[in-house]
């Protein structure tokens, strides 16, 4: 990974931050040339400890949690963390917006297409 790229995810403006946000969280710097390099391993981990550590600290359902995350199952994520759905936010897409007489036309020709 590109020292760039993770200038551009932590939102530094300088190089040399990067460099020192890595040397403080144990994230090995690799220089090859005049180019600067992280593997993106040692991101990962980071971001997963990070995470382990506010969802441990923030909940309680904490294992549950962490393994709809790492299946990538938003649904019982989103039941888990009790992530509020309004009707009425489910309602407010399903109204058809009032259209134009030419959209509706336009929209009719493009069914009979």
């Not at 144990?26 to 993106?40: A, D, E, F, Q, T």
């Not at 995470?51 to 549950?64: A, K, R, T, V």
């Not at 299946?71 to 134009?100: C, F, G, H, Q």
């Not at 007489?101 to 009979?112: E, G, Q, R």
Request: hydrophobic fraction near 35%; charged fraction near 35%; include cysteine.
């Amino acid at each position: 990974m590109d020292i760039q790229e993770i200038l551009n995810l932590l939102g530094y403006e300088d190089e040399r931050s990067v460099i020192n946000w890595c040397k403080k969280n144990k994230v090995p710097v690799i220089k090859m040339g005049k180019k600067n390099y992280v593997l993106s391993d040692f991101i990962e981990t980071f971001i997963e400890k990070e995470l382990n550590s506010f969802i441990n600290g923030n909940y309680d359902n904490s294992e549950e949690i962490l393994s709809s995350i790492k299946n990538d199952d938003k649904i019982e994520l989103t039941k888990l963390l009790k992530a509020p759905v309004n009707k009425n936010v489910e309602k407010k897409y399903k109204e058809e917006k009032k259209r134009s007489t030419s959209a509706s036309d336009f929209l009719k020709h493009i069914k009979v297409a």
